[in-house]
């Protein structure tokens, strides 16, 4: 009796031990990291007069159906957004197998066998032998070892859910670039073709003046040259179209050629600016920190793991046999047994110690790395926001020499009517007019463009019910 309560005393103790010996700080240096490294508020906030409530599809703000279209079915289509789905459920799965550990397990077995007797001079025998098993075994987590190990797999979890959201991000923001590349190269393409137009008419005036005599052979060969750099420019336009709608094909999970850009002219509305709010909400929304954020607690969780795994492993197991000739007798007599078993580590040549310096250096790791994710991630609001100030002050600049080309343009042209210059001047000045048209749309698609960075820097988690259709397709 006294050796019972001798074990129980030392069991415990040990137990106390081992607890106070794992105890340790959580979460290391992300406080503190927090505090000395974000910002209260952005540099850029002021910049923003009228302000629109973001929302995950961001892209609906432009009011282009076309365009919205397109987004829908590549959400449901792209092989990226697929294999992120994927992903998702073989860690769900991974976490499952390791959290079964937490739980007893039991294993049963039945066997049956029969043995012929033969001797010579004997009449023959047989004898049949059926048997039944049951055994239980569980590891007693006392340390919280397994429970570390299943949050760790949990936080893989949520990590790789995060993927989902930065893939519907990425690729969104892909679709909606290349749309607006593809609007803009189309209007390149037909202002082009009515330059071009206008230069096989000068250059045919200044041959005709050639044979007059009126001008020097080296200015039509310059003509005829600016007709050829004109043709090879409209080849370009043509190619990178092509191009682009390959992009796209892709973008939305069909083979390369498939898609074709439908171009219908008409004015493109750049929505509001959305509210930026401030660091810590984009800390708290954006996918890719979250994910971050994430790996950084498995990590920590494993580092305890680590930790526990030096220590001894406390294990029970019971079994419980029953062995007949026949089977309906097999449950009436038993044979059970119980057992303890507490394994303790002594000599490993200092693998254990070596795992625990391992997780701690990967936890630094990913902490650096959580670090290099959030101060990007706040440069690329405020460079989104400080382009945003700039581009407006250059559009207004473009759209005044838009302005003064097309009264330069109108002037030449009653300048042509009355003989007061040749159809050569005239042609020049509405070829400038339409450069200038074509260095508004570039300015215009590159508003478009700033404004998806905007949105896709200040982008959030995807909420389940926005992705709960998709999932049930994937």
């Not at 039945?110 to 569980?138: A, C, M």
Request: net charge positive; hydrophobic share 35%.
């Amino acid at each position: 009796m006294k050796r019972i309560i001798y074990f129980k005393v030392l069991i415990f103790t040990l137990i106390c031990l081992c607890s106070s010996s794992c105890k340790r700080e959580k979460n290391e240096g992300l406080n503190s990291f927090n505090k000395e490294i974000i910002p209260t508020s952005y540099s850029t906030s002021h910049i923003v007069a009228k302000q629109k409530k973001l929302t995950n599809d961001w892209w609906k703000d432009f009011k282009n159906e076309a365009l919205n279209k397109i987004i829908e079915k590549s959400l449901k289509n792209n092989f990226t957004i697929k294999s992120a789905y994927n992903r998702l459920n073989q860690s769900k799965a991974i976490a499952k197998v390791g959290g079964s550990t937490r739980y007893p397990h039991v294993n049963g077995s039945l066997t049956g066998s029969r043995v012929d007797t033969k001797i010579k001079g004997f009449p023959s025998t047989n004898t049949n032998q059926f048997s039944v098993g049951l055994s239980v075994s569980y590891e007693i987590d006392f340390l919280g070892r397994q429970k570390n190990q299943v949050e760790a797999l949990d936080y893989d979890v949520l990590s790789t859910k995060e993927d989902i959201s930065i893939a519907m991000i990425s690729i969104a923001s892909q679709i909606t670039s290349t749309w607006y590349q593809l609007y803009e190269l189309h209007k390149h393409l037909i202002i082009l073709s009515e330059q071009l137009k206008l230069k096989k008419k000068d250059s045919a005036f200044v041959k005709t003046q050639f044979k007059n005599g009126q001008i020097p052979i080296n200015t039509l060969w310059q003509k005829q040259q600016v007709v050829l750099l004109g043709s090879d420019e409209l080849l370009k336009i043509k190619s990178n179209i092509s191009l682009l709608e390959n992009s796209m094909s892709v973008l939305t999970g069909r083979a390369p050629g498939s898609y074709h850009f439908k171009f219908v002219d008409g004015p493109h509305f750049l929505p509001l600016l959305p509210k930026i709010g401030i660091p810590l909400d984009l800390i708290q929304s954006r996918p890719d920190i979250r994910k971050a954020y994430f790996n950084l607690l498995a990590a920590d969780k494993r580092i305890g793991v680590a930790i526990k795994d030096r220590f001894p492993k406390l294990s029970l197991s019971a079994s419980g046999d029953s062995s007949e000739e026949k089977v309906s007798k097999l449950f009436q007599n038993w044979i059970s047994s119980l057992a303890g078993n507490l394994l303790a580590p002594l000599i490993d040549g200092g693998r254990r110690k070596a795992q625990v310096i391992k997780e701690k250096a990967s936890y630094r790791l990913l902490l650096n790395q959580y670090g290099d994710t959030v101060i990007n991630a706040i440069r690329e609001v405020e460079d989104a926001m400080i382009l945003e100030r700039s581009k407006t002050l250059l559009h207004k600049s473009i759209l005044t020499q838009v302005e003064l080309a097309k009264k330069m343009s109108l002037i030449a042209r009653n300048k042509h009517l009355s003989n007061q210059i040749n159809l050569t001047a005239y042609y020049l000045a509405k070829i400038n007019y339409s450069d200038s048209m074509r260095r508004l749309w570039v300015s215009q698609r590159e508003s478009i463009e700033i404004r998806i960075n905007l949105y896709k820097a200040l982008a959030s988690t995807w909420s389940s019910s926005s992705t709960n259709k998709l999932k049930k397709e994937k």
